[in-house]
Every structure is written in C-alpha cells, then in structure tokens.
C-alpha cells in the first residue's frame, strides 16, 4: 500500500472532524469526541509539520499563522467544554467556533498545505505521513478510552 502524504492525512482527519461538527448539532454528548481529535490533531500537525515548516523562511509566516489559529481554536474548545451544554448559548457558542474552524481547515487545505508540498520533498511528506497517522491512531485509541 502507497504512503499517504501528511497533507492528506491531515485533510482526511479534517474531513473527520467536519463530519463530527454536523453530529454534534444532533447530540451534542459528541462535543468531547471532537474536542480529542482536534487537541491530537493540533500538536501532531504542530510537532511534525508545523516544526519543519516554521524553518523555511518562504513559507515561515504561514506556518506560524497557522499555530496561533490553534492557539485561538484552543481557547474556544475549552470555553465550549466548560460551557455547560444544556445552557440556551451553547448551541450559539459551537457554531462561532465551528465557523473559526472551518475558515481555519480551508485556509489551511488552500494556502499552507500547497505550500508544504512545494518546499518538501515528496519522500519527508511521505514519512511525516505515516507519523501522524500512527501517533494519531495511538493517542486517540488512548484519549477516547478514558472519555
């Protein structure tokens, strides 16, 4: 089986997410779920991608803008986990962060993943690939464990 790039590993765990976003406006219990996947995905996509872009001077202020976005998102999901769900707000609270959200996923998917695939060989996307799925895998078989 062919390796898959980080790049879409990172836009099919995206697509994952999007998916539990449209769940949660039916059962909003999933919130957690999501809020696992996202704190996952965030430090992997940080730690391997993020780390090596940020070295790049042509692509360092994209990668760095991307950080803060998870700064920001970060913020929110703690605000939304703390929130308590049956409150008249909650609803509104999740669809401002869900909009923050998907700005974020499609800036990311149309501005920095191109820019990764340009300025890293297709052998590093490869190996940062099979990382991120395999960390990925790891953590959130042990985060959804201890819900």
């Known amino acids: 089986m062919k390796a898959k790039s980080i ?17 949660i406006e039916d059962d ?11 704190d996952v995905h965030h430090e992997l996509e940080e730690d391997i991608l993020l780390s090596e872009l940020h070295k790049n001077d042509a692509v360092k202020n ?4 991307s950080k803060e976005e998870h700064f920001v998102l970060n913020f929110l999901l703690m605000d939304l986990a703390d929130f308590p769900q049956d409150n008249f ?8 962060f869900s ?5 974020h996923l499609e800036e990311e998917e149309e501005d920095l993943f191109p820019e990764a695939e340009k ?4 052998n590093k996307l490869e190996e940062f690939g099979a990382r991120f799925f395999e ?3 790891k953590r959130l078989k042990y985060e959804l464990q201890i819900k």
């Open 7 to 23: 790049i879409e590993e990172l836009k099919a765990h995206h697509n994952e997410m999007r998916k539990l976003q449209k769940e």
């Open 28 to 38: 909003r219990s999933k919130y957690i779920i999501l809020k696992k996947h996202l």
């Open 62 to 65: 994209e990668s760095l803008e």
């Open 89 to 96: 707000r909650w609803p509104i609270k999740f669809q401002v």
């Open 99 to 103: 909009e923050i959200l998907n700005h």
């Open 119 to 122: 300025h890293l060989s297709k």
């Open 135 to 137: 960390l990925k895998e």
